[in-house]
């Protein structure tokens, strides 16, 4: 098997449903490659640095970042994608754009800001993502947004209703119709999931939220901390802690990889249109799954919902709060750049959350002050 061959169910920029703008075609990239670079020098994604992944930026400068997270995906799902033989360029094309949507303050800013617009159709970082990368971004002088392929905008919507769905067009048919999106698309949205349960392991003990001896009563992890104290004893517990996660990164990788050839071989489809007809065939294994279940169900009791996590959570909910209602009472206060739209009393609701999404955890804070602080000026 040549790993470098794409298989004949792998997505194919030359077989791409296309771009919304029609674009001459790039010359020295692919249409996948020119997705990827867009995404890259988007403002968006430069914003991700300083957005919550569990932690503020200023609770330390080692925590993961939704940048540092979305990098880190990238790389598991590149990997993952040779294996098998997917097109790398997609898969990193969305894994790089799928949380350019999200607000600051992690899941405590969108939960709050979802609470905000109840009455306006509500918020979801997912469809923001996609708002993101068609509409929101301003680069180009003959459209809006970065007019990404349909492949890479439909591995950006990883989940949907069928009321919002109906709105979608093309990009909406598979919610509707019960189909899958590409294995690129599928493989990202796993490679999130390896990424982020392991790093924040690694922040969860880095920050004394969490301890080694917690750990050790999910199996997953204590099979491979015992594996590394066998291996290699006397080593620093730091050091110990990045060869288990290593180590169980590569446990998830393997997993991923053998269970989805599996799945393939037994699907055997001969081309993308297969894939969107079959089951889902990007897939860990039963066991793998259930381990890995049992580390998210850990990170969620003992981490996400951690005192001084909560805190900080509640803190950003009140911030995100004040700010929706006060954009929304006084348009007049919003910068001049985002005022005009959001002067419009029948979409309002929307320009005000797009910005306010669009915020890092900074800048949210330092607006905060500026609003409702008499000493900030």
């Given at each position: 098997?040549?790993?470098?061959?794409?298989?004949?169910?792998?997505?194919?920029?030359?077989?791409?449903?296309?771009?919304?703008?029609?674009?001459?075609?790039?010359?020295?990239?692919?249409?996948?490659?020119?997705?990827?670079?867009?995404?890259?020098?988007?403002?968006?994604?430069?914003?991700?640095?300083?957005?919550?992944?569990?932690?503020?930026?200023?609770?330390?400068?080692?925590?993961?970042?939704?940048?540092?997270?979305?990098?880190?995906?990238?790389?598991?799902?590149?990997?993952?994608?040779?294996?098998?033989?997917?097109?790398?360029?997609?898969?990193?094309?969305?894994?790089?754009?799928?949380?350019?949507?999200?607000?600051?303050?992690?899941?405590?800013?969108?939960?709050?800001?979802?609470?905000?617009?109840?009455?306006?159709?509500?918020?979801?970082?997912?469809?923001?993502?996609?708002?993101?990368?068609?509409?929101?971004?301003?680069?180009?002088?003959?459209?809006?947004?970065?007019?990404?392929?349909?492949?890479?905008?439909?591995?950006?919507?990883?989940?949907?209703?069928?009321?919002?769905?109906?709105?979608?067009?093309?990009?909406?048919?598979?919610?509707?119709?019960?189909?899958?999106?590409?294995?690129?698309?599928?493989?990202?949205?796993?490679?999130?999931?390896?990424?982020?349960?392991?790093?924040?392991?690694?922040?969860?003990?880095?920050?004394?939220?969490?301890?080694?001896?917690?750990?050790?009563?999910?199996?997953?992890?204590?099979?491979?901390?015992?594996?590394?104290?066998?291996?290699?004893?006397?080593?620093?517990?730091?050091?110990?802690?990045?060869?288990?996660?290593?180590?169980?990164?590569?446990?998830?990788?393997?997993?991923?990889?053998?269970?989805?050839?599996?799945?393939?071989?037994?699907?055997?489809?001969?081309?993308?249109?297969?894939?969107r007809r079959a089951s889902q065939l990007i897939a860990f294994s039963e066991g793998m799954a259930e381990e890995a279940g049992a580390l998210k169900q850990f990170l969620f009791h003992n981490l996400y919902r951690h005192y001084q996590v909560n805190r900080m959570s509640s803190k950003a909910r009140l911030i995100i709060r004040?700010?929706?209602?006060?954009?929304?009472?006084?348009?007049?206060?919003?910068?001049?750049?985002?005022?005009?739209?959001?002067?419009?009393?029948?979409?309002?609701?929307?320009?005000?959350?797009?910005?306010?999404?669009?915020?890092?955890?900074?800048?949210?804070?330092?607006?905060?002050?500026?609003?409702?602080?008499?000493?900030?000026?």
């Amino acid at each position: 098997m040549n790993p470098y061959q794409l298989a004949p169910y792998a997505a194919k920029s030359s077989e791409s449903r296309g771009r919304v703008y029609d674009e001459p075609a790039p010359v020295t990239r692919t249409a996948f490659q020119r997705d990827r670079d867009r995404i890259i020098h988007c403002g968006a994604f430069r914003r991700l640095e300083y957005k919550t992944q569990v932690f503020v930026n200023h609770e330390g400068d080692l925590f993961r970042t939704r940048l540092t997270h979305s990098l880190e995906v990238a790389q598991i799902a590149r990997a993952v994608a040779r294996n098998l033989q997917l097109n790398g360029d997609l898969v990193e094309a969305i894994s790089l754009a799928h949380d350019l949507g999200h607000t600051p303050f992690g899941h405590a800013g969108q939960d709050a800001l979802d609470a905000c617009m109840k009455d306006y159709g509500g918020f979801e970082h997912n469809l923001q993502s996609l708002r993101v990368v068609e509409q929101l971004e301003q680069r180009y002088g003959t459209f809006d947004g970065l007019n990404l392929t349909f492949e890479t905008r439909e591995g950006i919507l990883k989940h949907c209703s069928e009321d919002r769905a109906a709105g979608l067009g093309e990009l909406g048919y598979r919610f509707l119709e019960n189909g899958q999106p590409s294995l690129e698309a599928q493989l990202a949205n796993l490679a999130d999931e390896i990424a982020y349960i392991n790093h924040d392991v690694d922040d969860g003990l880095r920050s004394g939220l969490i301890s080694i001896a917690q750990l050790q009563e999910i199996a997953f992890f204590a099979r491979h901390w015992h594996e590394v104290q066998a291996a290699m004893p006397g080593i620093s517990e730091r050091r110990m802690i990045y060869e288990t996660t290593r180590r169980m990164i590569s446990a998830l990788i393997v997993d991923l990889t053998r269970s989805s050839q599996e799945n393939i071989r037994e699907a055997a489809p001969s081309n993308i249109e297969d894939v969107r007809r079959a089951s889902q065939l990007i897939a860990f294994s039963e066991g793998m799954a259930e381990e890995a279940g049992a580390l998210k169900q850990f990170l969620f009791h003992n981490l996400y919902r951690h005192y001084q996590v909560n805190r900080m959570s509640s803190k950003a909910r009140l911030i995100i709060r004040r700010l929706f209602h006060v954009f929304m009472d006084d348009p007049t206060l919003l910068p001049p750049d985002h005022r005009a739209q959001a002067g419009r009393e029948d979409d309002r609701a929307r320009h005000v959350a797009d910005y306010i999404a669009g915020m890092t955890d900074r800048y949210a804070m330092r607006e905060y002050r500026r609003l409702f602080e008499v000493e900030e000026v």
